[in-house]
């Protein structure tokens, strides 16, 4: 089962921008379908941004225009720009693979919008 650790999350003052990345322990392969999901505190974890076997790309209205998606089979890495960001941004950031026999999550990584 391929393993998923996050990282690059950190404390960023309102406006600022912050790069995400999800590293696989084994290969992402063109068929899967990677997304990352946050979950603030209190709240459901909820879709961010998908990106498909296609390299289609979907957003959630709340972030849309301010996040990409994108991903690098040679380094088995996916990632998720985010700029303009604001205090309700302020979550636990997952990434999360879907393939046809297996899915899997990372441990997350926190996103502390604030001045």
């Known amino acids: 089962q391929v393993q998923l650790k996050e990282s690059g999350g950190g404390l960023v003052q309102p406006g600022g921008s912050l790069t995400l990345s999800c590293a696989a322990s084994?290969?992402?392969?063109?068929?899967?379908?990677v997304s990352w999901y946050r979950q603030a505190p209190g709240k459901q974890r909820v879709l961010v941004a998908t990106?498909?076997?296609?390299?289609?790309?979907t957003y959630a209205d709340s972030v849309k225009g301010r996040v990409t998606i994108s991903r690098d089979g040679t380094k088995n890495m996916v990632y998720l720009q985010m700029s303009s960001l604001k205090p309700e941004d302020t979550a636990v950031y997952y990434c999360?693979?879907?393939?046809?026999?297996?899915?899997?999550w990372g441990q997350g990584t926190q996103v502390t919008v604030s001045s």
């Open positions: 990106i498909t076997s296609g390299e289609t790309t």
């Open positions: 999360y693979l879907k393939r046809l026999l297996m899915s899997n």
């Open positions: 084994g290969v992402i392969f063109k068929s899967d379908v």
